[in-house]
């Protein structure tokens, strides 16, 4: 049984997928490598929405308070990598398509 403390959003298994699998010993991560497109953008969906509960079943935890203070990094780094990801397509994006509509 999982507890309602440790449900809810996982940023380090949406962002980090399958090397946040590895650590919380959740090897399902690892379908975020089947090539069909935007499945994988699926899969790291459903590991940030169900990762917790999966990372809790499959590896041993002292308490809750273990944790939450050991996916907290992980959650920080998925943030972190989620915003520079989305940053770069800000600048990325525009900075291919504005030539291609100024210069054809």
């Known amino acids: 049984m999982v507890p309602e403390e440790v449900k809810g959003w996982n940023w380090g298994a949406f962002a980090l997928t399958w090397i946040w699998g590895i650590f919380s010993q959740v090897w399902i991560a690892f379908l975020v490598f089947i090539p069909f497109p935007l499945f994988g953008l699926a899969w790291a969906i459903v590991l940030g929405v169900k990762g917790n509960e ?3 079943r499959n590896k041993k935890w002292d308490n809750i308070e273990h944790f939450k203070s050991t996916q ?7 943030i972190v990598l989620f915003a520079i990801s989305m940053v770069a397509l800000i600048v990325i994006i525009p900075a291919v398509l504005i030539p291609l ?3 054809g």
Do not use: K, M, Q, S
């Open 54 to 56: 999966w990372a809790w």
């Open 72 to 78: 907290r990094p992980w959650n920080i780094a998925g």
């Open 101 to 103: 509509f100024l210069f």
